[in-house]
T-cell receptor
Framework: KNEVEQSPQNLTAQEGEFITINCSYSVGISALHWLQQHPGGGIVSLFMLSSGKKKHGRLIATINIQEKHSSLHITASHPRDSAVYICAAPAGRSQGNLIFGKGTKLSVKP | DAGVIQSPRHEVTEMGQEVTLRCKPISGHDYLFWYRQTMMRGLELLIYFNNNVPIDDSGMPEDRFSAKMPNASFSTLKIQPSEPRDSAVYFC????????????FGSGTRLTVV
């Protein structure tokens, strides 16, 4: 069964800073997911990536399949980016459910 | 598509009462997941279905919890009898295929058992 670890657990940044959140997993996967949850809010899928890099606005996600590692970057961070960011990977090669990291709570100060 | 639709958004009930949560997945998605989220335990998988068939219910806390998916467009999670420790946000999600393509969460149901 896959194990997913995220770091850091908590992150405080000043507005405008470049932010990196890391995720590692133990079992080879077809794709990895990055999710976002605002306080008291729903869970939104940001990225699903299987190789290389994806970009959406100020958010960039990268993955290294060989090293079983992914990063989520936020450029020019803004207070509205404050949320919990969660990475998730398939539980196993033949399983359809996801295993979630414990999340990174990001707080961006103005 | 309207996304994954859950109802109700909020539910307050008394201990011992039956609670039914509902979920409509995205049309065409063949996987449906029920999760529970609490401050203490984070996001936990309760059960998931593939093509309306329960695949893994090992996360269901106990016999008080049951889930059904009578067809591809509807699923229910029932708690009977409810207890205060069941208070949590319950999320439904759906996806296409084993890789989780189009993984989409519903808005969640905030359940409070008093």
């Amino acid at each position: 069964k896959n194990e997913v670890e995220q770091s850091p657990q908590n992150l405080t940044a000043q507005e405008g800073e470049f932010i990196t959140i890391n995720c590692s997993y133990s079992v080879g996967i077809s794709a990895l997911h990055w999710l976002q949850q605002h306080p008291g809010g729903g869970i939104v899928s940001l990225f699903m990536l299987s190789s290389g890099k994806k970009k959406h606005g100020r958010l960039i996600a990268t993955i290294n399949i060989q090293e079983k590692h992914s990063s989520l970057h936020i450029t020019a961070s803004h207070p509205r980016d404050s949320a919990v960011y969660i990475c998730a990977a398939p539980a196993g090669r033949s399983q359809g459910n996801l295993i979630f990291g414990k999340g990174t709570k990001l707080s961006v100060k103005p | 598509d309207a996304g994954v639709i859950q109802s109700p958004r909020h539910e307050v009930t008394e201990m011992g009462q039956e609670v039914t949560l509902r979920c409509k997945p995205i049309s065409g998605h063949d996987y449906l997941f029920w999760y529970r989220q609490t401050m203490m335990r984070g996001l936990e998988l309760l059960i998931y279905f593939n093509n309306n068939v329960p695949i893994d219910d090992s996360g269901m806390p106990e016999d008080r919890f049951s889930a059904k998916m009578p067809n591809a467009s509807f699923s229910t999670l029932k708690i009977q009898p409810s207890e205060p420790r069941d208070s949590a946000v319950y999320f439904c999600a759906s996806s296409l295929g084993r890789g989780g393509y189009g993984y989409t969460f519903g808005s969640g149901t905030r359940l409070t058992v008093v």
